[in-house]
């Protein structure tokens, strides 16, 4: 191949400067430039969208806390349980951070469900916006990931035997079932591998995927925009600069959700059952609130008819939430209008709360008065 002539060479790198354009973009000066460049929806962050916003939030909470956690965390079966109580009971401001860690999450799985609810009743899914909408299903699908491997590195009683449930539900899955099993643990006992596997999803494999989901599901948003509101109000077509409007209101979101969930923390300290004894089957594990509706439906289909309630229901929803903007073709802003659609999740979402309840009732008896 022919060199190009050594002034057209100069001629090439001075037009572009020292470095090339794409090395310039990196430069944090261009980065700023182009962050003060960028415009929103003048609601962004508002009072109706304050739950978008406060799931990020949550999510930089935990990744927070998660890393002051990891500082004195150890993977290992005979020194996790200690580590976990050195965290708790010695490191300083170490129960409010683990705390946080928490009660966050639960807050973030509450705040999600409630994201999808109003984004659904907005008729947020439909065109062209499915692609937000899809993003956002499969975030709801990663995050109970994250307390299934994370339920385990504390090496509680709880933690432990719930593992083997989930475990046992993961491996009646057909076909995939066992292997992921196997892939997992490592090996027939919970043990060491299994520790140190669940350890690296929770920590890093985990929570780069859900990086990558938020900054696609922002991507949509930022191309597709964002949904009036389904309350007649005048719509928000003003647009307001990114920095410093809606970073402001995120920070002072930020700001009250910190004082707010570490104040709760500080009353009502995380909990800490009893090292985990692998050789105790009398033990018996209590579901958590959002998968109790699971666990009933487990519950009733039993023998050969197990995967109606671990595989066929479990992935019929989720294959009808990811397909919604595909199978509703209403186009009308009014919820007259989508009557059906909203009829049919009604009944769904009851159907969901009344197994929950049975699940309650079955697990923790009735609240006493
Ligand atoms: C950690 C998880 C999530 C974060 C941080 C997040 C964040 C956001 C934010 C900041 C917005 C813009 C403001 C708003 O309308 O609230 C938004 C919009 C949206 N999100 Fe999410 N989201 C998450 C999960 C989900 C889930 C689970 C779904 C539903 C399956 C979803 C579906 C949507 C849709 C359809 C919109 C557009 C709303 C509109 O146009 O009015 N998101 N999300």
């Given at each position: 191949?022919?060199?190009?002539?050594?002034?057209?060479?100069?001629?090439?790198?001075?037009?572009?400067?020292?470095?090339?354009?794409?090395?310039?973009?990196?430069?944090?000066?261009?980065?700023?430039?182009?962050?003060?460049?960028?415009?929103?929806?003048?609601?962004?962050?508002?009072?109706?969208?304050?739950?978008?916003?406060?799931?990020?939030?949550?999510?930089?909470?935990?990744?927070?806390?998660?890393?002051?956690?990891?500082?004195?965390?150890?993977?290992?079966?005979?020194?996790?349980?200690?580590?976990?109580?050195?965290?708790?009971?010695?490191?300083?401001?170490?129960?409010?951070?683990?705390?946080?860690?928490?009660?966050?999450?639960?807050?973030?799985?509450?705040?999600?469900i409630?994201?999808?609810a109003?984004?659904f009743?907005?008729?947020?899914?439909?065109?062209?916006?499915?692609?937000?909408?899809?993003?956002?299903?499969?975030?709801?699908?990663?995050?109970?990931?994250?307390?299934?491997?994370?339920?385990?590195?504390?090496?509680?009683?709880?933690?432990?035997?719930?593992?083997?449930?989930?475990?046992?539900?993961?491996?009646?899955?057909?076909?995939?079932?066992?292997?992921?099993?196997?892939?997992?643990?490592?090996?027939?006992?919970?043990?060491?591998?299994?520790?140190?596997?669940?350890?690296?999803?929770?920590?890093?494999?985990?929570?780069?995927?859900?990086?990558?989901?938020?900054?696609?599901?922002?991507?949509?948003?930022?191309?597709?925009?964002?949904?009036?509101?389904?309350?007649?109000?005048?719509?928000?077509?003003?647009?307001?600069?990114?920095?410093?409007?809606?970073?402001?209101?995120?920070?002072?979101?930020?700001?009250?959700?910190?004082?707010?969930?570490?104040?709760?923390?500080?009353?009502?300290?995380?909990?800490?059952?009893?090292?985990?004894?692998?050789?105790?089957?009398?033990?018996?594990?209590?579901?958590?609130?959002?998968?109790l509706f699971?666990?009933q439906?487990?519950?009733?289909?039993?023998?050969?008819?197990?995967?109606?309630?671990?595989?066929?229901?479990?992935?019929?929803l989720?294959?009808?939430?990811?397909?919604?903007?595909?199978?509703?073709?209403?186009?009308?802003?009014?919820?007259?209008?989508?009557?059906?659609?909203i009829i049919f999740a009604g009944v769904l979402a009851t159907v969901i709360i009344v197994l929950s309840m049975m699940?309650?009732?079955?697990?923790?008896?009735?609240?006493?008065?």
């Amino acid at each position: 191949m022919m060199k190009p002539p050594v002034s057209e060479i100069t001629a090439r790198t001075e037009s572009q400067g020292f470095y090339p354009n794409w090395m310039k973009t990196l430069a944090l000066e261009k980065t700023a430039a182009w962050i003060k460049k960028i415009e929103v929806a003048g609601d962004t962050c508002a009072w109706h969208r304050i739950v978008g916003c406060a799931l990020l939030v949550l999510v930089v909470l935990l990744f927070l806390s998660g890393a002051f956690l990891a500082f004195y965390y150890s993977p290992v079966p005979g020194a996790a349980y200690d580590s976990v109580d050195f965290t708790l009971f010695n490191a300083p401001f170490g129960s409010i951070i683990k705390g946080v860690h928490h009660y966050a999450w639960n807050i973030l799985l509450i705040l999600a469900i409630f994201h999808l609810a109003r984004t659904f009743i907005a008729g947020a899914y439909r065109k062209p916006r499915q692609l937000t909408w899809v993003s956002g299903v499969i975030i709801l699908v990663v995050l109970p990931l994250f307390i299934i491997t994370g339920d385990l590195l504390p090496w509680d009683q709880k933690g432990y035997w719930s593992t083997q449930v989930r475990l046992s539900i993961i491996a009646s899955v057909p076909f995939i079932g066992d292997m992921t099993v196997d892939l997992l643990r490592g090996g027939p006992l919970t043990g060491i591998v299994a520790l140190t596997r669940f350890y690296v999803l929770h920590i890093l494999f985990l929570p780069g995927l859900l990086i990558v989901l938020l900054a696609a599901h922002f991507h949509f948003i930022a191309q597709h925009g964002l949904a009036e509101r389904v309350l007649a109000r005048p719509a928000a077509v003003n647009r307001i600069p990114f920095w410093p409007r809606v970073i402001k209101r995120w920070l002072i979101l930020f700001i009250f959700s910190v004082a707010l969930i570490a104040l709760v923390s500080w009353y009502w300290p995380p909990p800490l059952g009893d090292p985990a004894d692998p050789t105790d089957s009398t033990y018996i594990p209590k579901p958590e609130w959002w998968v109790l509706f699971l666990n009933q439906l487990v519950a009733i289909f039993r023998g050969k008819w197990a995967i109606v309630g671990t595989t066929v229901i479990p992935g019929f929803l989720a294959a009808l939430l990811v397909t919604l903007p595909y199978l509703d073709r209403s186009s009308g802003s009014r919820l007259s209008q989508r009557k059906g659609v909203i009829i049919f999740a009604g009944v769904l979402a009851t159907v969901i709360i009344v197994l929950s309840m049975m699940g309650y009732l079955e697990h923790f008896g009735l609240p006493h008065a």
